[in-house]
């Protein structure tokens, strides 16, 4: 029989609409089934998509919303049927708690692909209807096929972004085989770009960072790349004519691609995952004379992203980050929008009140 209690108590910060301030909010998960993980949570991650969702500027935004999908913290206990965890691990939870198991992406180990469709950590729904609730809380409720083992060779703030930023440019880098001897571009130096230039530098690779703030050169090089292009002036792309085997596009506001499709190689392939608000214009021919490829991808499946952890327990690589108390999210969202964080803010969960208020 099953362990489970009826509800799981819990209280977080939560948006009530698309224009209200988060603010606290009691919530109730599930009770701890047989084969679940509840975690007390330490950390929380501040992605740009919480922002987006929890404005509803994608749409289908399900309030009240408790946002957070980069999720670090200890286990506080675990169903009858449980064998990987115990009290006391230290676990991350990323951008999925739950998919059909059964499609043939699930097979493959691309649940974010599930074609049953996935269950997101927030704004989504279980099978049965109910909501799921983000890591912007005390506790969460997980099965556990979704809970990940946080090595002990990072620090615990400083992994909650690898869950979503992380495991975001490692899939596309690991999926396209980047190495040694590959010259890498990574667009933008944000949240997802400097975990991209970190990664493709460990894995071998030259690294070109572009950007528009010359003010991120000197940052950039910190973090590992070997030359820095600023995309502000109009000739930038003259000298880069089929330079680059790879480039990673981490922006989301709206540019041109077709100055980056023509800086690739024959056979050369750009990733988007940034998700621009409009569709962008693609000359084909840029595409077509070289056999070049425009592809997407997003975030990992849990086997990626649990390699993905433990490559970073071994070479010691974390997020850069800013940590804010809880009461300062809605400052930290505006602060967002004018890209004023290096490089992800992470939330100390230890400043929620107990109360939740």
């Given amino acids: 029989m099953s362990n489970a209690t009826p509800v799981t108590p819990a209280f977080g910060w939560a948006a009530q609409s698309a224009t ?3 603010a606290p909010h009691r919530f109730e998960h599930r009770g701890v089934g047989a084969g679940d993980v509840q975690i007390e949570i330490l950390f ?16 289908g935004s399900i309030y009240p919303m408790v946002p957070g999908h980069e999720i670090v913290g200890r286990v506080a206990s675990v169903g009858a049927s449980v064998q990987r965890f115990a009290k006391g691990d230290l676990v991350g939870v990323g951008c999925m708690v739950g998919s059909c198991r059964t499609c043939g992406s699930c097979a493959e180990g691309h649940e974010q692909y ?8 927030y704004n989504s729904r279980y099978p049965d209807g109910a909501p799921t609730w983000g890591g912007y809380a005390n506790t969460i409720v997980v099965a556990e096929d979704f ?3 946080v090595p002990a060779g990072i620090d615990p703030a400083r992994a909650a972004p690898l869950l979503c930023a992380g495991v975001t440019t490692w899939s596309p880098l690991r999926h396209w085989e980047i190495g040694a001897g590959h010259k890498v571009g990574i667009v933008g130096l944000g949240g997802l ?8 530098k460990a894995f071998g690779a030259h690294v070109t960072l572009f950007t528009t703030s010359p003010g991120k050169v000197a940052d950039a090089k910190a ?5 820095v292009v600023i995309t502000r002036d109009p000739d930038w792309m003259k000298p880069l004519a089929r330079r680059f085997d790879f480039i990673l596009d981490t922006v989301s506001a709206e540019h041109d691609l077709n100055a980056y499709l023509g800086a690739l190689k024959s056979d050369g392939a750009m990733v988007l995952v940034g998700l621009p608000e409009n569709p962008p214009t693609i000359y084909p021919g840029l595409l077509v004379s070289r056999r070049r490829t425009l592809a997407g991808s997003m975030i990992g499946g849990i086997k990626e992203t649990q390699e993905m952890l433990d490559f970073c327990g071994q070479h010691g690589i974390g997020a850069d980050i800013e940590t804010i108390a809880i009461d300062q999210i809605n400052a930290a969202y505006e602060r967002m929008l004018k890209s004023d964080v ?9 400043t929620l009140a107990p109360s939740g208020s």
Avoid at 223 to 227: H, K, R, T, W
Avoid at 342 to 350: G, H, N, S, T
Wanted: proline share 2%.
């Fill in 342 to 350: 290096k490089y992800r803010f992470v939330i100390d969960l230890a």
């Fill in 223 to 227: 973090l590992g790349a070997d030359e």
């Fill in 114 to 121: 599930c074609e049953g469709g996935t269950v997101f950590t």
């Fill in 20 to 22: 209200t301030p988060l």
């Fill in 44 to 59: 929380c991650g501040v992605c740009h998509s919480d922002l987006h969702q929890a404005r509803n500027e994608w749409g």
């Fill in 147 to 149: 809970v990940l083992k």
């Fill in 193 to 200: 770009g400097h975990m991209g230039v970190k990664f493709a």
